[in-house]
C-alpha cells in the first residue's frame, strides 16, 4: 500500500485548504484511513479518520466542526477538508492507513503512513 498526500501549503489564519491522499489499488474496503499531523518539537496526533465502510467518521476535538474528512471509492483518494485554519493548525499532515479503525485511531502500530506535505497557517 502506497499513500501520496499533497495540497500543503502556506494560508492565512481563518483560510481554508483542502488536502488530498492518493492510495494505490482499492483498499477502502481493506483498511480504515485517517490523517494524522506533527507539529515542530511536537508528537504525532490524530486528526481524523472513517471506518473501512465508510459510515463512521471520528474527530480530534481540535478540529471537530472545521475539519471534513472524505473519501472518493472511484480515484482511491482521501481528502481532508479544512477550514477556518489557526497558527496552531501549522504542521506536516500526514495520511495512514490500518486494518483496525481503533488502532487508526490510537496511532497503534498503525499499518501504513504516507510522507506527509506541510501545512503552515500564519498569523
Known amino acids: 500500500v502506497q499513500l501520496v498526500e499533497s495540497g500543503g501549503g502556506l494560508v492565512q489564519a481563518g483560510d481554508s485548504l483542502r488536502l488530498s491522499c492518493a492510495a494505490s489499488g482499492r483498499i477502502f474496503s481493506l483498511y480504515a484511513m485517517g490523517w494524522f499531523r506533527q507539529a515542530p518539537g511536537k508528537e504525532r496526533e490524530f486528526v481524523a479518520a472513517?471506518?473501512?465502510?465508510?459510515?463512521?467518521?471520528y474527530y480530534a476535538d481540535s478540529v471537530k466542526g472545521r475539519f471534513t474528512i472524505s473519501r472518493d471509492g472511484v480515484k482511491n483518494t482521501v481528502y481532508l477538508q479544512m477550514n477556518s485554519l489557526k497558527p496552531e493548525d501549522t504542521a506536516v499532515y500526514y495520511c495512514?492507513?490500518?486494518?483496525?479503525?481503533?488502532?487508526?485511531?490510537?496511532?497503534?502500530?498503525?499499518?501504513?503512513w504516507g510522507k506527509g506535505t506541510q501545512v503552515t497557517v500564519s498569523s
Open positions: 472513517f471506518s473501512r465502510s465508510g459510515s463512521s467518521t
Open positions: 495512514a492507513a490500518d486494518s483496525a479503525y481503533s488502532d487508526l485511531i490510537n496511532n497503534n502500530n498503525v499499518d501504513y
